[in-house]
């Protein structure tokens, strides 16, 4: 399978626990994009890289929030002391460059649940 | 006001109807446009992008206009595995870059 993985696919833990996610992009793309959804709402938008550079961080994307992509290919999404409101699908994306004008692909998400 | 809004439906039609869906942007900035499906509990799935001078895809199209500022996506010939939320989604790159997904249509082709 060479589209977009995310692990883990659930994960439920108690508050104030801290939370790692993991992306593995299409290979080749040198993009990659976290959003965050809710029931009913569209992603949101929470950060993006290109490359190894994190070029963009949403004001969604608190101090309890970081994003890092060390070696320019997977990247993890990493929430500390986790609150109920964090419950969500957390979407990973990737892209070839090309100045915003190309389609993302997402990965299945990783579904978090907040006891 | 949100930067892009959707009429969220559902929409429910017969087989065969044919449906179209809005989405009105607010940034004149704007510089590319997609139109994604979603079903229940999954991913977003690229559906198409859409094009300044319109662009189609079987029994899809989709138009933009930027003078208005909305895009649009139409269904001919509704399947009922064409029952999903569509997300109008876009891009704009002043300020920083960011993608805007609007909250979703839903759509429920019945038999």
């Known amino acids: 399978d060479t589209g977009v993985s995310q692990n883990p696919r659930h994960k439920i833990t108690k508050r104030g626990q801290n939370v790692t996610f993991r992306c593995d992009p299409i290979?080749?793309?040198?993009?990659l994009y976290w959003y965050r959804q809710t029931l009913g709402q569209g992603p949101e938008f929470l950060t993006y890289?290109?490359?190894?550079?994190?070029?963009?961080k949403s004001r969604l994307l608190s101090d309890r929030f970081s994003a890092e992509r060390p070696k320019g290919s997977f990247s993890t999404l990493e929430i500390q002391r986790t609150e109920q409101g964090d419950s969500a699908m957390y979407l990973c994306?990737?892209?070839?460059?090309?100045?915003?004008?190309?389609?993302?692909?997402f990965g299945d998400g990783t579904r978090l649940s907040i006891l | 006001r949100k930067e892009v809004e959707q009429d969220p439906g559902p929409f429910n039609v017969p087989e065969g109807a044919t449906v179209a869906f809005n989405c009105t942007y607010s940034?004149?900035?704007?510089?590319?446009f997609f139109w994604y499906r979603q079903d229940c509990r999954k991913e977003p799935k690229l559906l198409m992008s859409?094009?300044?001078s319109g662009n189609e895809d079987g029994r899809f199209t989709a138009q933009l206009n930027r003078a208005s500022q909305y895009i649009s996506l139409l269904i001919r010939d509704s399947k009922l595995s064409d029952s999903a939320t569509y997300l109008c989604?876009?891009?704009?790159?002043?300020?920083?870059?960011?993608?805007?997904f609007g909250a979703g249509t839903r759509l429920f082709v019945k038999a």
């Open positions: 994306a990737s892209s070839p460059s090309g100045q915003g004008r190309q389609p993302q692909h």
């Open positions: 290979s080749e793309h040198n993009r």
């Open positions: 890289f290109q490359n190894e550079a994190q070029l963009e």
């Open positions: 940034n004149s900035a704007s510089q590319s």
């Open positions: 859409v094009y300044s």
């Open positions: 989604v876009v891009n704009r790159n002043t300020g920083g870059f960011k993608t805007i």
